[in-house]
């Protein structure tokens, strides 16, 4: 498939988005932290106020049932930016497993504007590293990349009452740049039509910062730590070009072994210059090498794209 030019890439993604489509947990009180820590896949109860990772949040079988930006806003208040459709059985989930710990949780969206920072509007810096200015967190997120070009990608986040920088109140980038930028960054968060089909791994997360393998337990922790450990690894998520519509959820196949899928589509977007459509689909290995094709071993053959980091290394 032909590919943007850089020029072409970099003009399309450059701005501010509007992202009606995600939302926020609050987690407030002395034991916020300490809670979220054992429950999340990454450590909280080290992480600096002011700053941000990313973190996902698994089942008993290590199968994400959600993941997010963590940002600690102040000693005793997190916040978990998430998809919202995800958000309200989220914050179900977690409430369950609060008993006596000293916090509340709540559906914060509303007190909170969150928008994403595209090329110029995003600052340079190390993926996660975050800015504060007033009561405005701004989060380096992975960049956008197609072949060697890569654009800057940010999340801003502010009170609802919190004024807006002039230059973001131009017409918005439509929110279907923002998951284009997204895929091509090969970091998603979680939403409703994968709820539990993956390990972190087979997202990448664990190359990305959203697994720490050093802290304490956590639900499934078992799982992820021994799928990484003891070299078990079979799926890994890939960047994928495709000729054809793909949706979150839909199923991949290999002619090597036609009967069943191999892979699941985890996110994808439409280019905007009509070429067809970028997406991130995590399958098998072998699979991955012997190509993969959309919807039925006799689909559309989906072509592999380089991911913009590095995985790691089986430990």
Same mark, same amino acid.
């Given at each position: 498939?032909?590919?943007?030019? $850089?020029? !072409?890439?970099?003009?399309?993604l450059?701005?501010?988005?509007?992202?009606?489509?995600?939302?926020?947990?609050? #987690?407030?009180?002395?034991?916020?932290?300490?809670f979220?820590?054992?429950?999340?896949t990454?450590?909280v109860l080290?992480l600096?106020?002011?700053?941000?990772?990313?973190?996902?949040f698994?089942?008993?079988?290590g199968?994400?049932?959600?993941?997010?930006?963590?940002?600690?806003? $102040?000693?005793?208040?997190?916040?978990?930016?998430?998809?919202?459709?995800l /958000?309200?059985?989220?914050?179900?989930? /977690?409430s369950?497993?609060?008993?006596?710990?000293?916090?509340?949780?709540?559906?914060?969206? #509303?007190?909170?504007q969150?928008?994403? /920072?595209?090329g110029a509007?995003?600052?340079?810096?190390?993926?996660?590293?975050t800015?504060? !200015?007033?009561?405005?967190?701004?989060?380096?997120?992975?960049p956008? #990349?197609?072949?060697d070009?890569?654009?800057?990608?940010? &999340? %801003?986040?502010?009170?609802?009452?919190?004024?807006?920088?002039?230059? =973001?109140?131009?017409?918005?980038?439509?929110? !279907?740049? %923002?998951? =284009?930028?997204e895929?091509?960054?090969a970091?998603? /968060?979680?939403?409703?039509p994968?709820f539990?089909?993956?390990?972190p791994?087979?997202?990448n997360?664990?190359?990305?910062?959203?697994?720490?393998?050093k802290?304490?337990c956590?639900?499934?922790? !078992?799982?992820v730590?021994?799928s990484q450990?003891?070299?078990?690894?079979?799926?890994?998520m890939?960047?994928? $070009?495709?000729?054809?519509?793909?949706?979150?959820?839909?199923?991949?196949?290999?002619?090597?072994?036609p009967?069943?899928?191999?892979?699941?589509?985890?996110?994808?977007?439409?280019?905007?210059?009509?070429?067809? %459509?970028?997406?991130?689909?995590?399958?098998?290995?072998?699979?991955?090498?012997?190509g993969?094709? $959309?919807?039925?071993?006799?689909?559309?053959?989906?072509?592999?794209?380089?991911l913009?980091? #590095?995985?790691?290394?089986? &430990?």
């Amino acid at each position: 498939m032909p590919q943007p030019q $850089a020029a !072409e890439f970099t003009a399309l993604l450059d701005g501010v988005c509007l992202l009606p489509h995600w939302g926020v947990i609050q #987690a407030q009180g002395e034991d916020a932290a300490s809670f979220l820590h054992n429950q999340l896949t990454n450590d909280v109860l080290l992480l600096p106020v002011g700053q941000a990772r990313l973190a996902a949040f698994c089942n008993a079988k290590g199968r994400m049932q959600a993941s997010f930006v963590v940002v600690k806003t $102040a000693p005793d208040t997190v916040l978990l930016v998430m998809p919202q459709d995800l /958000l309200a059985q989220t914050l179900k989930r /977690l409430s369950m497993f609060v008993l006596r710990a000293k916090l509340k949780l709540s559906d914060a969206t #509303a007190q909170w504007q969150l928008r994403g /920072l595209l090329g110029a509007a995003a600052p340079s810096g190390s993926p996660w590293a975050t800015t504060v !200015e007033g009561a405005a967190h701004t989060v380096v997120l992975y960049p956008a #990349a197609l072949g060697d070009v890569q654009v800057p990608r940010a &999340l %801003w986040l502010a009170p609802t009452d919190a004024p807006v920088p002039a230059a =973001w109140r131009t017409p918005a980038l439509p929110m !279907e740049r %923002w998951t =284009w930028a997204e895929v091509l960054s090969a970091v998603p /968060l979680l939403t409703q039509p994968v709820f539990e089909a993956f390990v972190p791994q087979m997202l990448n997360y664990e190359s990305v910062g959203g697994v720490n393998f050093k802290k304490g337990c956590y639900p499934g922790q !078992e799982v992820v730590a021994r799928s990484q450990f003891r070299g078990t690894l079979k799926r890994r998520m890939a960047h994928v $070009a495709s000729p054809v519509s793909l949706v979150v959820g839909q199923e991949v196949f290999t002619p090597a072994d036609p009967e069943q899928a191999c892979g699941t589509v985890v996110l994808s977007a439409a280019r905007p210059d009509g070429q067809g %459509w970028d997406a991130l689909v995590s399958g098998t290995l072998d699979s991955m090498q012997a190509g993969w094709h $959309a919807g039925s071993a006799q689909g559309e053959p989906l072509e592999l794209l380089p991911l913009p980091y #590095a995985l790691l290394d089986d &430990l």
